[in-house]
């Protein structure tokens, strides 16, 4: 019985009606060939079912036209959205995407990086934790591979992609203290990381230029987890001086509102309450929650092409810091304190 032949890239360049070279720059993510073109050659590809031998080209090229992506829970929204769009600006460039998801544990980021270096990947995108870990630097000096990190802004010699968490935590402070707000809560993560840190500075900052005290008791700063909100909530609405705002970080508002339900506190007739990140939970709670605006897509873009930019050019440039906008978008949960 005569074995089907597998196809090759002439077979491309038959059914595509194009030449070798421009199926090969399309298979190596030239952004030489016209869109046009790029697309026929990709669905001829598809059709016909050819598949290149990455591991040849590996050794030929000295790439394996692929990009490591560690982040600490691909379950988040904000997360998820990152890098499904880092992972289509990869793909148009014709690069594959490995994902590594570290929740939270330092020697599982150790691990991980090590697999995703061991393979030769092409570059990195990273979001680790802690960022002053003296290990996971060594790590990323060793890599053998661009680097950009994203949300982080530690070691400061490789380029990172942030988002201006301070400003829009400023005007959502303010905004709060000029309708008469005097005890408001921020629940945040640890500030070892960029955005928790840079929310505790935008907070205190806005405490600060409106002459307010800031009791330290309302800064709540260990934790992103639901439950960590839904237990400090509790014991903030059991204190004899209760908060009249919260503001919420991430995945600590779905514990906030169900602490804010047992106690049968009204949004916002008996508590306001602002989010760091906007999501489905935020638009669809009624009243609709007001929160920091930021695109966590366009993050994983800007980032992804970072990326490529460095693995593509040979030129040797001072780390880039690249910081996204971020607005006060505010909604009907927030309203003057009754008393």
């Given at each position: ?111 991980l990086l090590n697999a995703l270096t ?168 009624m009243p609709p929650i007001s929160t ?48």
């Open positions: 019985m005569k074995t089907k032949r597998a196809p090759t890239i002439k077979d491309v360049a038959l059914a595509a009606g194009v030449s070798l070279g421009t199926v090969s720059a399309v298979i190596h993510g030239r952004t030489t060939v016209n869109r046009d073109i790029r697309q026929r050659v990709k669905l001829a590809i598809e059709q016909i079912g050819y598949s290149p031998n990455a591991i040849a080209q590996s050794m030929r090229s000295g790439s394996t036209r692929s990009v490591g992506i560690l982040v600490r829970d691909i379950s988040l929204p904000a997360i998820a959205a990152f890098v499904s769009a880092a992972q289509d600006v990869f793909y148009e460039a014709g690069y594959a995407t490995l994902i590594a998801i570290s929740r939270d544990k330092l020697d599982r980021e150790i691990n061991g393979r030769k990947v092409d570059g990195l995108l990273v979001s680790h934790q802690p960022e002053e870990d003296a290990d996971l630097h060594a790590l990323f000096k060793s890599a053998g591979a661009p680097i950009v990190l994203v949300e982080r802004e530690h070691p400061d010699w490789i380029d990172a992609v942030l988002v201006n968490h301070r400003d829009a935590m400023r005007r959502a402070t303010e905004y709060l203290l000029n309708i008469g707000h005097r005890r408001i809560a921020l629940l945040v993560g640890l500030p070892n990381l960029f955005p928790s840190r840079e929310r505790i500075a935008g907070f205190e900052a806005a405490h600060n230029a409106l002459g307010v005290s800031l009791d330290p008791a309302l800064k709540k700063t260990d934790s992103y987890l639901a439950e960590y909100g839904y237990r400090e909530t509790m014991l903030l609405f059991a204190s004899p001086k209760p908060p009249t705002a919260i503001i919420a970080g991430g995945p600590l508002l779905s514990g906030v509102l169900r602490a804010l339900a047992g106690k049968n506190l009204r949004i916002p007739t008996d508590v306001s309450i602002v989010a760091t990140s906007n999501s489905d939970l935020a638009e669809l709670t920091e605006r930021w695109d966590a897509s366009i993050v994983g873009e800007t980032a992804a092409r970072v990326l490529l930019e460095r693995i593509n050019t040979l030129a040797v440039y001072e780390p880039r810091r690249v910081m996204l906008p971020c607005e006060f978008s505010l909604r009907d949960s927030c309203a003057p304190p009754r008393h």
